[in-house]
């Protein structure tokens, strides 16, 4: 397999790292959080990532979007890690976009399509129902109805959930909770009768929902993919939306490991560079090791979702593991090797921390995943 | 016709041609050393099977499938190379020949050699003809290299060499040495010369050491007035430090990926025939099960991570010192797969003479593997080198 980028890649990424290290950098985040920010990013901003097409990356060209893949959105996700851009861009850009690319009806995606690629809808995917992500486990209840179904469940954890136009909801129309079967998948809008919606301030400072769905009547036309079968769906959705994680996770990883080594090049103890001993010069050695075994493994992963490679889950599971346990080393790290000012809050590592701990959260964290792997090896 | 077109035409007919070529016994995974193929003077094939591969493919250059064709190789592009890597992989070939002479004296003299040099020893490489062993390690230094003794009398048209070198491997196997020498004795790294010799050469004698797997891999090699031709010498009197450094590149290369080169037992599959499933198809012992599941994501992550690094190195966009993350994790990696062998395997895994455990298979193979973190430069010293020409760390 090649690993390397194209010249395109290369230009994407130049151009994403120029205008986000210009236009939404750390201080960014810190300025929405000291404000309360109601949204919690910054709206100019993501008018910005549609004008660069960033929106629209993963949408088709015959609906507006860039008609690009994973890896490209990956690249895009790296960009954010490293400045912790908040923004709709990993649930509507890549996961909504993912579920409804793979399984939407042609109207449905007439529909949806070109508004998510030019970023005036924003959707979301509402998948988690308690404090850890076990996706088998929706409980939220589609019953049928004359002209179509009642939506009764609660969903958490739902990024940007309080700003969304559209959600993505995973429910439960058949079996038990832990069953694959009888899952559907429905694209309901956020403003229907019945739903109320909790705005949740996370540790990072981004903002997620807890939508409490109380007899929400849905039509036939918002069932997205086939009824009772949609575990499929769900898994190349969360499989995308995983991928970009673990490319942010990276991106985070890289950068707070870049500000941790300038540190020891500059900060001085017993007359000395803390870079000269070796103490901290094996532990920084050893985690630029686990950074480059990492690296292989996200773009793996991009590459075999554009691929649409069978060996997809395995290699998403793969690469969401290692990069949650990179992630959690970097910055604790990061935060050890810079001492006291590392436990400030005037300095933006604590920011790397805080989303680190998010993102590995986020649709399923290291152990998660592990054992998805090995499980699917039979053991 | 384009390079791909050209590119599936090569791969059809490789794969065409290993098939017909490779016999089915050199198609069974590799176990141990024990069933490499390591040439030599002294070589006697396990059979029939091997020596017909080994001569098949010499034929054909292809046990050093890139070396140019006038040394004895196949004269292939990194391309084709990697296809026949690749269709050789997926026939389960094995390699027909493996020794330092191919992985790490032949690359060196491509770099470093005299044209004479190469066509006088890289053709034998190729051919299996001559094994060679490396003359690096003294008692006094190991992981301090540049601080050896062995000295070189410089007599006119020859060198006098005497003293000693440690943890040679299968000296006593071997047919040439190459071989660090002190030629000043005052400057350390800019004091050194590398020079090649016959190990029959008068002075020359080895002892081999028992290790705690009660092998003995490695020797003593003494040398008392050897008497060594200076046209042996590769790269210019007191210019050794730099192709020895440029061979341990290769030798890290080499150990990094030897966990995943001879396929040894899989660690899962290990542990469900021993330890076995319960109701739910998991592990029984739930705690080696997590501890496997990682060992499988690092060393997925590792092989890829060889690959991304092999195809950086190809276009040459990679900081030569990448290959001491790669000793370094891959030594780590190897020593977790046994120690975790060791485990799945319980008691089974203990026995040391049985036919049944293969004389000690597991248990030699653990204890041999420990190695691997202290050979070619300890991991201490890998890291040291990361933080100092990748990270450049101050002082490093």
Redesign the interface.
């Given at each position: 397999?090649?690993?390397?980028f194209t010249e395109e890649q290369i230009m994407l990424r130049e151009s994403a790292r120029d205008f986000i290290a210009d236009q939404a950098p750390v201080s960014q985040l810190r300025k929405l959080r000291d404000n309360k920010d109601p949204i919690g990013f910054s709206q100019d901003v993501w008018e910005k990532f549609s004008e660069m097409g960033f929106t629209g990356v993963l949408v088709p060209e015959e609906f507006g979007g860039m008609g690009l893949g994973h890896v490209e959105a990956g690249i895009i996700m790296e960009q954010i890690g490293h400045h912790l851009t908040t923004s709709p861009f990993l649930a509507s850009s890549v996961a909504a976009v993912t579920a409804l690319r793979h399984v939407g009806t042609a109207a449905q995606k007439n529909t949806w399509l070109p508004k998510l690629a030019s970023g005036e809808v924003i959707a979301s995917i509402a998948i988690d129902e308690k404090a850890k992500h076990r996706p088998a486990q929706v409980a939220l209840r589609a019953t049928p109805t004359d002209s179509g179904y009642t939506l009764n469940g609660v969903k958490t954890f739902v990024s940007n959930g309080h700003v969304a136009d559209i959600l993505i909801v995973a429910a439960r129309r058949a079996g038990e909770p832990g069953d694959s079967e009888g899952i559907t998948l429905f694209i309901v809008d956020s403003k229907s009768q019945g739903i109320e919606t909790e705005r949740t301030v996370m540790v990072d400072s981004q903002i997620a929902a807890r939508i409490t769905f109380k007899e929400v009547k849905v039509g036939v036309e918002s069932v997205l993919g086939p009824v009772d079968s949609g575990w499929e769906t769900l898994s190349a959705t969360l499989d995308a939306a995983r991928a970009a994680a673990a490319a942010e996770m990276l991106g985070l990883s890289d950068e707070v490991f870049d500000r941790t080594?300038k540190y020891?090049?500059e900060r001085k103890q017993f007359g000395?560079?803390i870079?000269?001993f070796?103490a901290l010069?094996?532990r920084?050695?050893?985690l630029?090791?686990d950074l480059?075994?990492?690296?292989?493994?996200v773009?793996?992963a991009q590459k075999q979702l554009d691929a649409s490679s069978l060996d997809v889950s395995r290699a998403v599971s793969?690469a969401k593991?290692?990069a949650g346990r990179t992630a959690t080393l970097a910055v604790q790290e990061a935060v050890q090797m810079h001492g006291g000012i590392g436990m400030t809050d005037e300095l933006e590592i604590g920011f790397f921390m805080k989303r680190a701990r998010v993102l590995n959260e986020l649709f399923g964290d290291t152990n998660f995943h592990?054992?998805q792997?090995?499980?699917q090896?039979?053991? | 016709m384009s390079d791909q077109s050209e590119i599936d035409e090569f791969r059809t007919a490789t794969r065409a041609w290993l098939r017909s070529s490779c016999p089915p016994k050199m198609r069974l995974p590799m176990r141990s050393e024990d069933d490499i193929c390591w040439g030599g003077r002294r070589w006697t094939y396990r059979s029939d099977d091997q020596r017909m591969w080994l001569l098949r493919m010499v034929e054909r250059g292809w046990t050093v499938p890139t070396w140019p064709k006038e040394y004895g190789g196949g004269g292939l592009s990194s391309s084709q190379a990697n296809v026949l890597a690749e269709e050789m992989a997926n026939l389960n070939c094995r390699p027909p020949l493996m020794n330092f002479g191919i992985s790490m004296l032949g690359p060196t003299l491509l770099k470093y050699g005299t044209h004479e040099q190469k066509l006088e020893h890289l053709p034998k490489i190729a051919r299996g003809e001559i094994r060679w062993c490396q003359g690096y390690s003294e008692p006094g230094s190991g992981s301090d290299l540049a601080s050896l003794t062995t000295s070189a009398q410089d007599n006119g048209d020859h060198f006098v060499i005497n003293g000693q070198k440690i943890w040679t491997s299968y000296a006593d196997q071997s047919d040439w040495i190459f071989c660090l020498v002190r030629t000043d004795p005052v400057k350390k790294h800019t004091g050194i010369s590398f020079v090649l010799f016959d190990m029959t050469t008068e002075g020359v004698s080895t002892r081999p050491i028992m290790l705690i797997s009660g092998n003995s891999p490695f020797c003593e090699t003494f040398f008392d007035r050897v008497r060594v031709d200076k046209r042996n010498m590769v790269g210019g009197l007191n210019s050794g430090w730099e192709v020895a450094k440029y061979l341990l590149m290769q030798e890290r290369d080499m150990i990094g990926a030897m966990g995943e080169a001879t396929t040894t037992l899989s660690v899962s599959q290990t542990a469900k025939k021993y330890v076995g499933l319960d109701a739910q198809n998991r592990l029984e012992d739930i705690q080696l099960r997590a501890q496997i599941a990682e060992f499988d994501l690092d060393e997925a992550a590792f092989r890829l991570t060889l690959e991304r690094i092999a195809a950086m190195q190809r276009t040459g966009e990679v900081n030569p010192a990448m290959s001491s993350m790669l000793k370094y994790y891959g030594a780590e990696l190897n020593k977790r797969r046994w120690e975790l062998l060791m485990s799945c395997g319980g008691s089974e895994h203990l026995e040391w003479e049985s036919e049944r455990s293969q004389q000690g298979f597991a248990a030699r193979s653990w204890l041999r593997i420990k190695g691997n973190s202290i050979e070619g430069g300890t991991n201490e010293v890998q890291l040291n080198v990361i933080a100092k020409r990748i990270l450049e760390l101050p002082g490093a």
């Amino acid at each position: 397999m090649s690993f390397g980028f194209t010249e395109e890649q290369i230009m994407l990424r130049e151009s994403a790292r120029d205008f986000i290290a210009d236009q939404a950098p750390v201080s960014q985040l810190r300025k929405l959080r000291d404000n309360k920010d109601p949204i919690g990013f910054s709206q100019d901003v993501w008018e910005k990532f549609s004008e660069m097409g960033f929106t629209g990356v993963l949408v088709p060209e015959e609906f507006g979007g860039m008609g690009l893949g994973h890896v490209e959105a990956g690249i895009i996700m790296e960009q954010i890690g490293h400045h912790l851009t908040t923004s709709p861009f990993l649930a509507s850009s890549v996961a909504a976009v993912t579920a409804l690319r793979h399984v939407g009806t042609a109207a449905q995606k007439n529909t949806w399509l070109p508004k998510l690629a030019s970023g005036e809808v924003i959707a979301s995917i509402a998948i988690d129902e308690k404090a850890k992500h076990r996706p088998a486990q929706v409980a939220l209840r589609a019953t049928p109805t004359d002209s179509g179904y009642t939506l009764n469940g609660v969903k958490t954890f739902v990024s940007n959930g309080h700003v969304a136009d559209i959600l993505i909801v995973a429910a439960r129309r058949a079996g038990e909770p832990g069953d694959s079967e009888g899952i559907t998948l429905f694209i309901v809008d956020s403003k229907s009768q019945g739903i109320e919606t909790e705005r949740t301030v996370m540790v990072d400072s981004q903002i997620a929902a807890r939508i409490t769905f109380k007899e929400v009547k849905v039509g036939v036309e918002s069932v997205l993919g086939p009824v009772d079968s949609g575990w499929e769906t769900l898994s190349a959705t969360l499989d995308a939306a995983r991928a970009a994680a673990a490319a942010e996770m990276l991106g985070l990883s890289d950068e707070v490991f870049d500000r941790t080594l300038k540190y020891l090049k500059e900060r001085k103890q017993f007359g000395r560079l803390i870079g000269e001993f070796q103490a901290l010069q094996h532990r920084a050695a050893m985690l630029y090791c686990d950074l480059e075994i990492t690296r292989s493994l996200v773009i793996h992963a991009q590459k075999q979702l554009d691929a649409s490679s069978l060996d997809v889950s395995r290699a998403v599971s793969l690469a969401k593991a290692r990069a949650g346990r990179t992630a959690t080393l970097a910055v604790q790290e990061a935060v050890q090797m810079h001492g006291g000012i590392g436990m400030t809050d005037e300095l933006e590592i604590g920011f790397f921390m805080k989303r680190a701990r998010v993102l590995n959260e986020l649709f399923g964290d290291t152990n998660f995943h592990i054992d998805q792997v090995a499980a699917q090896q039979g053991y | 016709m384009s390079d791909q077109s050209e590119i599936d035409e090569f791969r059809t007919a490789t794969r065409a041609w290993l098939r017909s070529s490779c016999p089915p016994k050199m198609r069974l995974p590799m176990r141990s050393e024990d069933d490499i193929c390591w040439g030599g003077r002294r070589w006697t094939y396990r059979s029939d099977d091997q020596r017909m591969w080994l001569l098949r493919m010499v034929e054909r250059g292809w046990t050093v499938p890139t070396w140019p064709k006038e040394y004895g190789g196949g004269g292939l592009s990194s391309s084709q190379a990697n296809v026949l890597a690749e269709e050789m992989a997926n026939l389960n070939c094995r390699p027909p020949l493996m020794n330092f002479g191919i992985s790490m004296l032949g690359p060196t003299l491509l770099k470093y050699g005299t044209h004479e040099q190469k066509l006088e020893h890289l053709p034998k490489i190729a051919r299996g003809e001559i094994r060679w062993c490396q003359g690096y390690s003294e008692p006094g230094s190991g992981s301090d290299l540049a601080s050896l003794t062995t000295s070189a009398q410089d007599n006119g048209d020859h060198f006098v060499i005497n003293g000693q070198k440690i943890w040679t491997s299968y000296a006593d196997q071997s047919d040439w040495i190459f071989c660090l020498v002190r030629t000043d004795p005052v400057k350390k790294h800019t004091g050194i010369s590398f020079v090649l010799f016959d190990m029959t050469t008068e002075g020359v004698s080895t002892r081999p050491i028992m290790l705690i797997s009660g092998n003995s891999p490695f020797c003593e090699t003494f040398f008392d007035r050897v008497r060594v031709d200076k046209r042996n010498m590769v790269g210019g009197l007191n210019s050794g430090w730099e192709v020895a450094k440029y061979l341990l590149m290769q030798e890290r290369d080499m150990i990094g990926a030897m966990g995943e080169a001879t396929t040894t037992l899989s660690v899962s599959q290990t542990a469900k025939k021993y330890v076995g499933l319960d109701a739910q198809n998991r592990l029984e012992d739930i705690q080696l099960r997590a501890q496997i599941a990682e060992f499988d994501l690092d060393e997925a992550a590792f092989r890829l991570t060889l690959e991304r690094i092999a195809a950086m190195q190809r276009t040459g966009e990679v900081n030569p010192a990448m290959s001491s993350m790669l000793k370094y994790y891959g030594a780590e990696l190897n020593k977790r797969r046994w120690e975790l062998l060791m485990s799945c395997g319980g008691s089974e895994h203990l026995e040391w003479e049985s036919e049944r455990s293969q004389q000690g298979f597991a248990a030699r193979s653990w204890l041999r593997i420990k190695g691997n973190s202290i050979e070619g430069g300890t991991n201490e010293v890998q890291l040291n080198v990361i933080a100092k020409r990748i990270l450049e760390l101050p002082g490093a």
